[in-house]
């Protein structure tokens, strides 16, 4: 399909039931709307919670636009419907947010994991040792999300995950390194940790002789960073560097990684010493000089870095610590020289 005839597909595919909500706002906006509020609010629930999403399904049914796209519409619609209604008319709305949206969401959310857990089991099968759950949820979630919404979704998931859920050991398969013990990095996240909790519970304190509501605010915030540093930590200990077909997995949790297709180094260096003079220079750590490098990467042509929430940088050295750097360098330069 050409890029003309994409562009008029999705006018189509977007653009009527964009229409159709937007009429239904400038509804709200006439006379006839005030003449008879309640039974055109309940009216316009409908419309914009049932008939626009079905009508949106109906049309991209046959496309490749993920089915799950419907569930964002229907958030959407709550919204709109929250801003345009009367408050003293949204009964309605208040029905489908309290009873059918959870029913949504959980359909959803058990429907991604089943397609995790399937592809995790055909990963076993096939003896792919280079996958986990975060790059398993992140190629899920991209067949059944809308792109944009994908990373700031998975980052949450996989925070609680890493967080609270997978305290196995993780026990490393030969072609796996750990990255964590002597970086220093990982005292650092503790004692940001011990920080916040300290903090937290000072300025709680604090506020609370002032305003118990800002108190509270501030707690639950320091609450939530607290809780996203831990799952950041935990991810750290749980998604080891990996080397398998022809190409390096190269993670630091999930808040960077990069993957390197080893015919494309340049060359592999053990060393501690800071790069200033080349351009397209890049950490894998996210602490920068805070944590210490002693592995020191250099490409043919450049590649990409993702950050966390998707933030992307253009690298052609990369600088990263191994704990098992002599024998990560000789795996790399022994395939490097069978190949050759």
């Known amino acids: 399909m050409n890029t003309t005839s994409l562009f008029k597909r999705n006018l189509v595919i977007f653009g009527i039931p964009v229409l159709l909500i937007i009429s239904l706002i400038f509804l709200t906006k006439t006379s006839v709307f005030i003449d008879y509020t309640n039974s055109l609010s309940n009216a316009i629930t409908?419309?914009?919670?049932?008939?626009v999403p079905f009508i949106y399904y109906l049309l991209i049914r046959k496309t490749k636009i993920p089915k799950?796209?419907?569930?964002?519409?229907?958030?959407?619609?709550?919204v709109i419907c929250s801003f345009i209604l009367p408050k003293e008319h949204q009964n309605y709305l208040n029905l489908f947010k309290s009873y059918i949206l959870p029913v949504i969401e959980l359909s959803l959310a058990s429907f991604i994991i089943y397609n995790v857990r399937k592809a995790i089991i055909k990963f076993k099968a096939e003896k792919v040792h280079a996958y986990d759950f975060y790059t398993t949820l992140k190629n899920t979630c991209y067949q059944m999300l809308p792109?944009?919404?994908?990373?700031?979704?998975?980052?949450?998931?996989a925070v609680f995950y890493y967080g609270f859920i997978y305290w196995k050991k993780r026990r490393l398969n030969s072609n796996e390194f750990s990255y964590h013990k002597d970086s220093g990095g990982t005292g650092l996240y503790i004692a940001i940790l011990f920080l916040i909790a300290i903090e937290t519970v000072a300025f709680h304190l604090l506020l609370m002789q002032w305003n118990h509501t800002a108190a509270w605010i501030l707690t639950l915030i320091s609450i939530y960073s607290g809780i996203q540093i831990f799952g950041f930590l935990k991810s750290i200990y749980k998604r080891p560097i990996a080397i398998e077909n022809n190409t390096i997995y190269l993670r630091y949790g999930i808040l960077k990684e990069t993957?390197?297709?080893i015919d494309s180094i340049a060359s592999i260096e053990l060393s501690s010493k800071e790069i200033t003079t080349e351009d397209s220079v890049a950490k894998l750590s996210i602490l920068g000089d805070m944590e210490s490098h002693n592995v020191i990467i250099r490409l043919k042509e450049e590649n990409t870095l993702t950050g966390l929430?998707?933030?992307?940088?253009?690298?052609k050295t990369l600088l990263l610590h191994v704990d098992e750097k002599v024998e990560f360098k000789y795996k790399i330069d022994t395939y490097i020289s069978t190949n050759l």
């Open 147 to 157: 792109r944009a919404i994908v990373i700031p979704f998975i980052t949450e998931i």
């Open 46 to 51: 409908i419309d914009i919670l049932l008939i």
């Open 309 to 315: 929430y998707g933030k992307k940088r253009a690298y």
């Open 68 to 78: 799950t796209t419907v569930v964002p519409f229907i958030i959407l619609g709550i």
């Open 259 to 261: 993957n390197i297709a």
